[in-house]
């Protein structure tokens, strides 16, 4: 089992609809959680991120984490066109290190 | 600052050939890291530098790449001989030990091998 499970997708929505986009993790140790998006030939940049459980709210986007159930989601609300992307998951393991453990990302098309 | 920058943007080279990749990270970041992404692998972790010193290569393929960082502001990534199968886009990304754990990324090397 590999340490964060992303759905590639792709995924495909009208503009103005809510979007919840989800990754799962293995290691209960995980305590930082991270969103990053990426547009089509760019590098991708952090959007979000959360520490521990609950809730982060930025404008139109959402940011969950459930321990519980090793479960993170992003939401986007009211999505636009300028929306569509891959967002990655990305996770810092434990330790004294910098290195993240990526989902796979998840392609997203926000249709005008 | 002028953020990560990457050289070149784009490469096609035939297989066998030796492949440099430069990387200039945003000045005063202490990390840095190389990175390969696939449609079938996605983003994956080459190796990565903390004030020029190389932590973690586990994740260099074999032994036709290797990465130098000669100093805080310069690394390459060198792949000799190439093969088809390196076709791919290669980010570097920085960070600072004083920040939290956000990387910032350069623009990334799209490389493709004939």
């Known amino acids: 089992q590999k340490e964060v499970e992303q759905d590639p997708g792709p995924l495909s929505v009208p503009e103005g609809a809510i979007v919840s986009l989800n990754c799962t993790y293995s290691?209960?140790?995980?305590?930082?959680f991270m969103w990053y998006r990426q547009y089509s030939r760019k590098g991708p940049e952090l959007l979000m991120y959360?520490?521990s459980s609950g809730n982060k709210e930025d404008g139109r986007f959402t940011a969950q984490v459930d321990k519980s159930s090793k479960y993170i989601s992003l939401f986007i609300r009211d999505s636009q066109p300028s929306d569509s992307a891959t967002y990655l998951c990305?996770?810092?393991?434990?330790?004294?290190?910098?290195?993240?453990?990526w989902g796979l990302g998840t392609s997203l098309a926000v249709n005008p | 600052d002028a953020g990560v920058i990457q050289s070149p943007r784009h490469e096609v080279t035939e297989m066998g050939q030796e492949v440099t990749l430069r990387c200039k990270p945003i000045s005063g970041h202490d990390y840095l890291f190389w990175y390969r992404q696939t449609m079938m692998r996605g983003l994956e972790l080459l190796i990565y530098f903390n004030n020029n010193v190389p932590i973690d290569d586990s994740g260099m393929p074999e032994d036709r790449f290797s990465a130098k960082m000669p100093n805080a502001s310069f690394s390459t990534l060198k792949i000799q001989p190439s093969e088809p199968r390196d076709s791919a886009v290669y980010f570097c990304?920085?960070?600072?030990?004083?920040?939290?754990?956000?990387?910032?990324f350069g623009p990334g090397t799209r490389l493709t091998v004939t």
């Open positions: 990304a920085s960070s600072s030990f004083l920040g939290d754990y956000e990387q910032y």
């Open positions: 959360t520490y």
């Open positions: 990305a996770i810092p393991p434990p330790g004294n290190n910098r290195k993240l453990i």
């Open positions: 290691n209960s140790a995980f305590q930082y």
